[in-house]
């Protein structure tokens, strides 16, 4: 009778675990991510389990700002790993280490472990009436180690890695959550400038008077089937800041570093079009003008000691899989920025994303979002010494996440 009894007992006990586990994470997950609360407030950022993606991903050598050359790999992406400071974990910063490999073989080409820093979260809707999809996006830096396994060519393998031994990536990823099925996926986009950029005078690893690859430039885009190459297409970012907010890490206060969002309003005011690689290039760069004001009195201005720029890189244009028909942006340059909550004023490096176009998306009160999300951040190596880490892994301070119509 006891056996018979205990064991209808471990039944109930095991279908309400097995409820709980198939049942609970696709509701749980999807959610705002805890960053919305008053001025300089400390914050905690609500980021879910992100397992492994392989998929695959384009190697892009720009040359003089047109395509010189445009290899289909694949790509592992690892689970994002927390990092710990101060005796526990950080608030919104992760490792990530990104595996690229030919399709079908095991031996890698690249391999990056990088760091990657969550900036914001909202829904998109793939098709309409359908369950939503949430979006994770963090902007990523860090060193490539280019194994034997790459060609010795100019495109392939760019020229700094002889001095270095390793190549910088800067860039975003953006992680996808389908609310219903509780499934992963992810779309990237990760840039190393020519010379003139990220081997400049002055930078972590300059480049000597004969240069490493001044004329060329190198992204990693994935996924890569649905991405089409155009460095010269009309698509810019220009227009008011309509949504979105600036935000701060306080490491004087590790691991608690996040701050909580600034609601912000300003302008993007796109210039005259250029190859700054080469004079004589495609217009592949936009010289731009950054001007916001957040609500706790930060605020971004152009810089008296150098520009802001877009960089057009291409498309995703494929709408049955993410992110959708998109256009991808690389964004990098100098702003003067004012912290509110401190009163420091500071000339910052920024590098970052803009995504133009995609699924329509909202944020969780659901109000439409502006379809032009532009993400950066300050890299630095100290809030009191905010000299930047230009071609080499950094510290982010400051975050911009705007959205224009």
Not at 220 to 234: E, H, K, L, Y
Request: with cysteine; charged share 10%.
């Amino acid at each position: 009778m006891f056996a018979r009894t205990f064991s209808k007992w471990c039944s109930a006990i095991a279908l309400t675990l097995a409820c709980a586990l198939t049942s609970s994470p696709s509701r749980a997950q999807c959610g705002p991510d805890g960053l919305d609360g008053p001025c300089c407030g400390v914050a905690n950022a609500n980021i879910p389990f992100i397992p492994s993606i392989t998929q695959d991903m384009r190697w892009i050598c720009f040359d003089q700002c047109l395509p010189a050359l445009n290899n289909l790999y694949c790509v592992k992406i690892g689970s994002p790993i927390p990092k710990s400071m101060g005796g526990g974990q950080l608030c919104g910063v992760y490792s990530i280490r990104f595996t690229v490999t030919n399709c079908g073989a095991v031996a890698s080409l690249y391999n990056g472990k990088c760091d990657a820093n969550y900036q914001r979260t909202w829904l998109e809707t793939p098709v309409a009436g359908a369950a939503p999809i949430q979006v994770y996006r963090f902007l990523v830096n860090g060193d490539f180690a280019a194994t034997a396994a790459v060609p010795n060519t100019p495109c392939d393998r760019p020229g700094c890695t002889v001095q270095y031994n390793r190549v910088y990536f800067t860039g975003y990823i953006d992680y996808a959550l389908n609310c219903a099925t509780n499934s992963w996926t992810a779309a990237f986009g990760l840039t190393h400038e020519c010379d003139g950029i990220h081997h400049a005078a002055g930078t972590v690893r300059p480049a000597p008077a004969a240069g490493f690859h001044p004329s060329r430039s190198f992204t990693m885009v994935s996924p890569g089937a649905t991405f089409a190459v155009n460095s010269t297409a009309p698509i810019q970012s220009d227009g008011p800041i309509i949504q979105q907010a600036m935000r701060w890490n306080d490491w004087t206060t590790a691991p608690m570093i996040c701050r909580f969002r600034e609601p912000t309003q300003g302008n993007l005011i796109a210039g005259n079009q250029f190859c700054f690689c080469n004079t004589a290039g495609a217009p592949q760069y936009i010289n731009t003008m950054v001007t916001a004001q957040s609500a706790c009195g930060s605020s971004v201005n152009p810089s008296p000691i150098g520009p802001f720029l877009q960089k057009r890189i291409g498309g995703w244009t494929v709408a049955a899989s993410f992110p959708g028909p998109e256009f991808l942006l690389f964004d990098i340059g100098r702003l003067n920025h004012v912290n509110g909550c401190t009163g420091v004023n500071s000339q910052e490096w920024f590098e970052g994303v803009e995504t133009i176009g995609g699924y329509p998306a909202t944020d969780f009160a659901g109000v439409a979002l502006g379809r032009q999300f532009e993400d950066v951040e300050s890299c630095n190596t100290s809030a009191t010494n905010p000299a930047t880490r230009i071609g080499a892994g950094h510290t982010p301070y400051y975050l911009l996440n705007f959205n224009l119509p």
